[in-house]
């Protein structure tokens, strides 16, 4: 069976969790590869609703096995509170979860030292407030970074812990961030007492199961918008979002993928600042806002909506090289007369096909519209795509002609069971 990447097309919270955990049923393991708990991925089971910000989507699965690659920076009070939220649920963990030994662990201080980076540089992301950049940022340092086998080798976390305290002491002096030491060090013997039965050679684990015809999924956070080398850069989050990441995030070959998953909305969201061509109107931003529910699983924070723009998503379709593509929550726009479709930018005149590396150009965007006829008919029973209303296949028919890319699911509802498979062979 084919091994698939799942990651997002557009800007974040395009429902990769749900996408994943309805593929997961078939696979034997789903490898997260890289973010942190900035990452939340919503999976709703009947009247059942699962947030998770680290635990792979295939969780819910008892036969499937589930990896913490080390691309992921990890937050241990977020991982253990929810492995306890699912054991309430009567959902074991046990030996079905694997940490890589390579990732490295989010701690106090770099939640202080993100509001610090803020406060200097001026310049408001938008971040999650949970100590992503930092952590990445130690990791590139390398004098910074601890990793989990550190954790394990509790003298050796001392001595990183305490150059860590020396080296950022100004700068939590300055933002007011007081860290308890002792009480840090008694937390985190703890932790890593809870932490080693799950942690295993992760690359030797996915490159044994890819030998013996094991299926893999591989899970991304975030989305492509906001990978850190081709997003919407400097709004974007700290690590590489694309399909790169899955070799250095998990330590597999590029032969170890057949497919790449896309996962787009049938519209557009983002959270916080930066350039959005296709921003709705604000009555109309906050209708979609309310239908579909567009809050932030991990912030709360409201999303911002627009029609979908397939400049971006074309874009992202090249950067990944998507085999086939999902699109999500399409029946938020069930009740509309008619949708628009970004095929383009308008730029002092002319006409921009592409989509512009330069921040400062993407801001001087106007978005080129193709006007498609609603269906305004509920599709939030159909389970078939022959049942969907002509004007909603159209609307489909459209997105894959623009892209090149074939349509592979569709989902018309938050629940597992409203997924609807297009094309089997894709999956």
Same mark, same amino acid.
């Given at each position: ?107 106090? $201080? ?25 952590? $990445? ?69 996915? +490159?044994?199961?890819?030998? #013996? ?20 850069? !400097? ?6 979002? #694309? ?31 930066? !350039? ?38 074309? $874009? ?70 022959? +049942? ?34 297009? +094309?089997?062979?894709?999956?």
């Amino acid at each position: 069976m084919a091994n698939t990447v799942i990651l997002g097309a557009q800007w974040g919270d395009e429902s990769k969790g749900g996408t994943t955990d309805f593929l997961a049923e078939g696979a034997d393991i789903v490898a997260r590869y890289q973010g942190g708990d900035n990452a939340g991925h919503t999976i709703v089971i009947g009247e059942d609703k699962f947030v998770f910000h680290l635990l792979p989507s295939g969780v819910l699965h008892p036969n499937t096995v589930n990896v913490i690659g080390n691309g992921v920076v990890i937050n241990l009070e977020t991982l253990f509170g929810e492995i306890s939220d699912l054991e309430a649920c009567g959902v074991e963990v046990g030996d079905r979860l694997k940490i890589s030994s390579r990732a490295h662990l989010i701690l106090p $201080y770099h939640r202080i030292m993100e509001s610090w980076d803020d406060l200097g540089s001026g310049l408001k992301l938008g971040t999650t407030a949970r100590g992503i950049g930092p952590t $990445y940022s130690d990791k590139m340092n390398r004098h910074a970074g601890i990793r989990v086998a550190d954790l394990l080798d509790f003298e050796l976390f001392q001595k990183k812990l305490d150059f860590n305290l020396a080296a950022k002491g100004y700068a939590l002096d300055q933002i007011g961030g007081e860290i308890d030491r002792q009480a840090l060090l008694e937390q985190y013997y703890t932790y890593s007492e809870q932490l080693a039965p799950y942690v295993a050679d992760t690359p030797e684990l996915l +490159n044994d199961a890819l030998r #013996t015809g094991k299926r893999i999924l591989f899970e991304g956070a975030q989305g492509t918008m906001l990978d850190v080398d081709f997003g919407t850069y !400097p709004y974007v989050t700290s690590s590489n979002t #694309t399909v790169g990441a899955v070799c250095t995030g998990l330590g597999v070959g590029p032969q170890a993928i057949h497919r790449v998953l896309g996962v787009s909305k049938a519209y557009v969201t983002r959270v916080g600042s930066g !350039p959005f061509p296709t921003e709705m109107p604000p009555d109309l931003d906050e209708e979609i806002r309310g239908i579909g529910e567009e809050y932030g699983a991990t912030t709360q924070r409201p999303r911002r909506c627009g029609w979908l723009d397939l400049v971006a998503l074309r $874009y992202a379709a090249q950067v990944n090289g998507f085999t086939g593509l999902a699109l999500t929550k399409f029946d938020v726009l069930d009740h509309l007369d008619e949708l628009r479709v970004c095929v383009a930018y308008r730029r002092r005149g002319e006409e921009v096909a592409t989509y512009p590396p330069s921040l400062r150009v993407l801001e001087e965007c106007e978005a080129v519209y193709e006007i498609l006829p609603g269906w305004k008919q509920s599709t939030v029973d159909v389970r078939h795509y022959e +049942n969907l209303p002509e004007n909603a296949k159209r609307y489909i028919a459209f997105v894959a002609d623009f892209l090149n890319v074939p349509i592979a699911l569709i989902s018309v509802g938050k629940e597992r069971t409203q997924t609807i498979v297009c +094309n089997e062979d894709l999956l």
